[in-house]
């Protein structure tokens, strides 16, 4: 028979780190079932027998966000063998609120006081003797970054997990509350496991929603007793809980833990005294991002992204498979389905694979190092002033790589609201997939200006932080962002292997959406730019695909290129951001075209005027982002119509920013008002009326959008 473990313990806590260290290379992540948590299992390392089941962060077993629900429901129904909890020894206080809670579910539990490396090198102390004293269990201390006392953790849990753990009563509570608990426990025995009565008994008298809902008939027993208690205590039953949870935990860290009288500042203090400085801090970030994107879109993961794309794809892959399939006799039509369409098609997209796996490790580093969550927390006094969590800015970071792990990245965000709005925005950015589009612009139109592409980040950050303001505005998202509560670890050197998995799995995801939902819409586009509507084989200019950019295009008049090529290019887009560049090469006549289509920056001035060629690179990097992206937004938006409202929104946002830049754009230009100017000045009124009106609780756009 396994054995089962659960980890358990707050964000940041290091559970991560020590999960690694305690399954080596075994775990299996999935979901839990129904809500988009991660779900991480894997063996004990040396012992195939023992499963360790990784419960995501949290900091209480309230049953209110999906991540304590899911814990929650594993620990009372499932009931694990016994529970490893992790307790950050820097926040003491803040850990051990989950602790009392988790030692009242009758499971056996070892605490793994962790970061202990930090207290040590801060000079502070604490007593493992008295804490495991006070709380009635083992305490080990660990450092799960410099692998200490893991093995002693993992040899005293098997203990316990085989019932050698001594049953030691700890009092948490005063007189009035256990002789609640013990009546309480009375009356609902024999209806829940003996082992969770006392767990149950003070759910009753926290008037706990999930329990009141399961167990109607005990608490209406109950009622008179937690009546009774709330007016001796003159509180409700769930601040008498909670405050006597903080009281205890105050008392017994005051007499177990003892910092240095010497105030020691530790190397960690004095980087922060400079990196989040009032005045520094937006400096050094824009530095270090810069250097970020110079290595991995300029140099090094530019380079390898040119050898993949232009020799392994162009010169070998592409042709060799072309000669294999006619040297075997398959169907001409065939051939060009597999070969134009789908593999042309997936060395487009894995063409970023190198780039994009070097801003991935880059970004690791600075995720492991600490200074993401700096990033943060500095960035959070900015967006804050919208609405919007300063944890927003890491989905987006990682976003200029690619939207899919970028959106998958919202996980860290508590907060339902901020994390769905953040889902819906973070793909504003651009992502390494629309730099072709943008160069393709600044290139043909723009003389090769080098504003251009900054100009596009700032776009994207500034559609984040303004739709960031008009979504909270709506009914679904009202509300404050949630107070931000994200450790500052301390710094430290990056481990190799923390890295490396990391970059690996956002990579991954980034090729197993490439592997599905790219291949299928490859072959639509290929199919549709192929045939003619008798189908028959014919050139893209007359093809289905090219009938549909007619019928488009004049929906894009009013942006300034309802022109049949164009739209043909943004729809072709909807597939992977790049395409938008091949497209108009074959629209223009030119076949293969280099990255940047250096080779139709000639023609595209036919096409466009440089304010018409804007209004398409704001359009195109708005709208809705590729199949890919749209896939995970479905995934973390939990159904299709939330996502075709999220996608509609994007957009929509997209048409009225276009359309009011190139309709004001031709005013500024001197070119007089045109038919669609009243309209413009219509637009741009109702988006400045949804940034600025005042929050309001019940309004329909909103839930339109939004639910
Ligand atoms: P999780 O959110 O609980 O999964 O935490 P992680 O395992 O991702 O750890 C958060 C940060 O703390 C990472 O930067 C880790 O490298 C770091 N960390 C984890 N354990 C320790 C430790 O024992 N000592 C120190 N100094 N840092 C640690």
Not at 19 to 34: D, E, I, K, S, Y
Not at 193 to 218: C, H, N, Q
Request: one cysteine or more.
């Amino acid at each position: 028979m396994t054995i089962k473990i659960a980890l358990v313990g707050n964000p940041n806590c290091g559970k991560t780190t020590m999960f690694n260290a305690l399954t080596g290379g075994t775990q299996r992540v999935g979901n839990w079932p129904g809500v988009t948590v991660d779900k991480k299992v894997g063996t004990l390392r040396g012992n195939r027998e023992v499963s360790i089941i990784d419960l995501p962060g949290i900091y209480s077993l309230s049953p209110y966000s999906p991540e304590e629900a899911v814990s929650r429901d594993y620990l009372v129904k499932e009931r694990p063998d016994a529970i490893i909890n992790i307790v950050d020894a820097t926040n003491l206080e803040r850990n051990l609120f989950l602790s009392t809670q988790v030692l009242e579910l009758g499971i056996p539990v070892v605490i793994a006081l962790n970061m202990m490396d930090v207290i040590d090198s801060r000079g502070d102390s604490i007593d493992v003797g008295k804490l495991s004293a006070y709380l009635g269990c083992d305490v080990i201390e660990t450092s799960a970054l410099k692998r200490k006392g893991l093995d002693e953790v993992s040899t005293r849990v098997m203990e316990v997990a085989s019932g050698a753990g001594s049953d030691r009563p700890i009092r948490i509570y005063s007189k009035k509350v256990e002789e609640a608990i013990s009546r309480i426990s009375r009356i609902i025995k024999g209806t829940v496991p003996d082992d969770l009565l006392r767990w149950y008994s003070v759910k009753i008298i926290e008037g706990d929603p999930e329990v009141s809902e399961t167990m109607r008939d005990a608490m209406e027993k109950a009622a008179p007793i937690v009546a009774r208690l709330e007016s001796s205590l003159d509180n409700d039953g769930e601040s008498i809980i909670i405050d006597q949870r903080y009281n205890f935990i105050t008392d017994i860290v005051g007499k177990s833990s003892k910092r240095s009288e010497k105030g020691i500042l530790t190397t960690s203090d004095k980087i922060d005294r400079v990196v989040t400085n009032r005045w520094l801090a937006l400096p050094i970030f824009f530095g270090v991002m810069f250097v970020i994107y110079y290595l991995s879109i300029s140099t090094i993961g530019g380079a390898m992204t040119d050898w993949v794309n232009e020799t392994l794809f162009e010169e070998y892959i592409i042709p060799g498979s072309r000669e294999w399939l006619e040297g075997v006799g398959t169907a001409a039509w065939l051939t060009s389905l597999v070969v134009d369409g789908i593999i042309t098609g997936i060395g487009a997209v894995l063409g970023f694979l190198p780039q994009m796996f070097v801003l991935f490790i880059l970004l690791a580093i600075l995720e492991d190092c600490g200074y993401m969550a700096r990033i943060a927390f500095i960035m959070d006094r900015v967006f804050r002033k919208f609405g919007l969590s300063g944890k927003s800015v890491i989905p987006a970071l990682i976003s200029t790589g690619c939207g899919v792990p970028g959106i998958m990245a919202s996980r860290t965000i508590e907060d339902e609201r901020d994390r769905k709005i953040t889902v819906i925005t973070t793909s504003f950015i651009p992502c390494s997939a629309k730099l072709p589009v943008i160069a393709l612009i600044a290139g043909a139109l723009f003389d090769g200006s080098p504003w251009i592409a900054p100009s596009a980040y700032f776009l994207g950050i500034f559609a984040i932080l303004i739709s960031g303001v008009i979504l909270k505005k709506m009914r679904r998202f009202v509300g404050e962002p949630a107070p931000f509560i994200m450790e500052l670890p301390a710094y430290h050197r990056p481990g190799l292997r923390t890295i490396g998995i990391s970059a690996t799995e956002r990579t991954r995801h980034f090729v197993k959406k490439a592997g599905t939902v790219i291949i299928l819409a490859c072959g639509l586009i290929w199919f549709l730019s192929s045939y003619n509507w008798g189908m028959t084989a014919v050139g893209v200019g007359d093809s289905m695909l090219a009938d549909l950019g007619k019928i488009m295009a004049p929906l894009f008049e009013p942006l300034g290129w309802g022109e049949w090529r164009a739209a043909v290019a943004t729809i072709a887009g909807l597939v992977a951001k790049e395409n938008v560049v091949a497209t108009f090469g074959i629209l223009l006549g030119f076949g293969e075209v280099a990255d940047f289509g250096e080779e139709i920056w000639t023609a595209l001035p036919s096409i466009f005027t440089p304010l018409a060629a804007y209004s398409f690179l704001v359009f195109n990097l708005l709208c809705a982002p590729c199949f890919a992206a749209i896939g995970a937004m479905r995934r973390e938006l939990g159904s299709w119509a939330s996502t075709a409202k999220a996608v509609a929104y994007q957009c929509g946002f997209a048409y009225a920013i276009a359309f009011i830049f190139y309709q004001l754009g031709l005013l500024v230009q001197g070119n007089g008002p045109s038919i669609y100017t009243p309209f413009a000045v219509i637009a741009l009124v109702l988006l400045l009326y949804l940034t600025f009106r005042p929050v309001s609780g019940g309004d329909k756009v909103g839930e339109a959008v939004a639910s």
